[in-house]
C-alpha cells in the first residue's frame, strides 16, 4: 500500500459528460501528480500541484482541468469526455523534502468512456 | 533539459537466465534515477532509486542497478529472471529545478519471461 488513494476505482460513464477523479496523497506529501495510461498513448504526464499551486503541465488537453485543494487532496476535472479518454489515470505524490524523492502511486481510477 | 530513454520497448527472456532492461538519460544537473515495475492493471510500484550516493543499487525483488556518469546510464539487472517479474519497467529522472521537483518517465519496456 502505498499511502496515495485514488477514487473511483472504476468509472463507466457516456461521450460528452463530465467526470471528477480524486485523489488523496501520503500524509505530509505536498506534490501531486496526475497521469494518463491508454494502450496507444503509454504514460502520460497531464499536471504537477506543489501545496496548492499548479507547478508543470503535461499533455493535458483543455477539456481537462485540476486542482489541489488546502488540505492537499487533488481532484481532475475531465469534461466533454470522448471515447478515447478512456484510460486509467494515475495520481502520485512525492515527500516535502527538498532534494528528488520518489513518487508514490495510486492503483489508478479506470475510466471507460462508451 | 532532462530526458530518458529505454532501448528496447519489449524484452524477452527465459525463466532463469539474466535480465538486462536499459535505460539512458540526460539531465542538466545532478539527477536521481529511478526504476518503477507496473504489473497488468496494478500501479507503478518503486524498485530501486539512485540520488547520488552509491553507485550500484539494490532494489526489491533481486533487482539491481549501476548509476555510470560517464554514460548516462542507468541499466536494470537481475541474475535469475522469475514468471512474476512479467510486467512493465520504467526508468525516471527526476531534479529540483525552479523550487519544483521535475520528473520524466521513460516510455517503459514490457519485460516476457518464457517457462
Known amino acids: 500500500d502505498s499511502g496515495v488513494t485514488q477514487t473511483p476505482k472504476h468509472l463507466i460513464t457516456a461521450t460528452g459528460q463530465r467526470v471528477t477523479l480524486r485523489c488523496s496523497p501520503r500524509?505530509?506529501?505536498?506534490?501531486v501528480y496526475w497521469y494518463q495510461q491508454s494502450l496507444d498513448q503509454g504514460l502520460q504526464f497531464l499536471i504537477q500541484?506543489?501545496?496548492?499551486?499548479?507547478?508543470a503541465k503535461g499533455n493535458i488537453l483543455e477539456r481537462f482541468s485540476a486542482q489541489q485543494f488546502p488540505d492537499l487532496h487533488s481532484e481532475l476535472n475531465l469534461s466533454s469526455l470522448e471515447l478515447g479518454d478512456s484510460a486509467l489515470y494515475f495520481c502520485?505524490?512525492?515527500?516535502?523534502?527538498?532534494?528528488?524523492?520518489?513518487?508514490?502511486f495510486g492503483e489508478g481510477s479506470r475510466l471507460t468512456v462508451l | 533539459a532532462q530526458s530518458v530513454t529505454q532501448l528496447d520497448s519489449h524484452v524477452s527472456v527465459s525463466e532463469g537466465t539474466p535480465v538486462l532492461l536499459r535505460c539512458n538519460y540526460s539531465?542538466?544537473?545532478?539527477?536521481?534515477l529511478f526504476w518503477y515495475v507496473q504489473h497488468p492493471n496494478k500501479g507503478l510500484q518503486l524498485l530501486l532509486k539512485?540520488?547520488?550516493?552509491?553507485?550500484l543499487v539494490k532494489g526489491i525483488n533481486g533487482f539491481e542497478a549501476e548509476f555510470k556518469k560517464s554514460e548516462t546510464s542507468f541499466h536494470l539487472t537481475k541474475p535469475s529472471a522469475h514468471m512474476s517479474d512479467a510486467a512493465e519497467y520504467f526508468c525516471?529522472?527526476?531534479?529540483?529545478?525552479?523550487?519544483?521537483?521535475?520528473?520524466?518517465f521513460g516510455t517503459g519496456t514490457k519485460l516476457q519471461v518464457i517457462p
Open positions: 539512485y540520488a547520488s550516493a552509491a553507485t
Open positions: 502520485a505524490s512525492s515527500p516535502r523534502t527538498g532534494g528528488p524523492g520518489e513518487l508514490f
Open positions: 500541484y506543489y501545496n496548492g499551486e499548479e507547478r
Open positions: 500524509s505530509g506529501d505536498l506534490s
Open positions: 539531465s542538466s544537473y545532478s539527477p536521481s
Open positions: 525516471v529522472v527526476s531534479e529540483w529545478s525552479g523550487g519544483y521537483q521535475k520528473v520524466t
